[in-house]
Nanobody, 123 residues
Framework: QVQLVESGGGLVQPGGSLRLSCAASGSIFKLNVMGWYRQAPGKERDLVASTTSGGSTNYGDSVKGRFTISRDNAKNTVYLQMDNLKPEDTAVYYC?????????????????WGQGTLVTVSS
């Protein structure tokens, strides 16, 4: 089966930068949409950024101009470059993928979530 593995979270000071990575691997599949959501304690999970296989992007209002999503289709990997981080960016960040499995008993459309990686912005 396909799985998403995230990395890159950690502790950073306000104004600093981090880059998150999420790689999809497993059975034969086609990635349609990949993106990032985040969830702070007591709050709902909200969209941070997403990108399609064709390269179009979408950003949440609070991160526009500070975060950049990119995608390496050859590696089935999506990145989130986070610059000028603010304390309110502190959250668990979850990778998301909408994909189609192309072989095996699980053939069909799937939506997957990564395990989450914690980003803490604090001085």
């Amino acid at each position: 089966q396909v799985q998403l593995v995230e990395s890159g979270g950690g502790l950073v000071q306000p104004g600093g930068s981090l880059r998150l990575s999420c790689a999809a691997s497993g059975s034969i599949f086609k990635l349609n949409v990949m993106g990032w959501y985040r969830q702070a304690p007591g709050k709902e999970r909200d969209l941070v950024a997403s990108t399609t296989s064709g390269g179009s992007t979408n950003y949440g209002d609070s991160v526009k101009g500070r975060f950049t999503i990119s995608r390496d289709n050859a590696k089935n990997t999506v990145y989130l470059q986070m610059d000028n981080l603010k304390p309110e960016d502190t959250a668990v960040y979850y990778c998301y993928a909408a994909l189609t499995e192309l072989s095996g008993p699980n053939f069909g459309d799937r939506e997957l979530w990564g395990q989450g990686t914690l980003v803490t912005v604090s001085s």
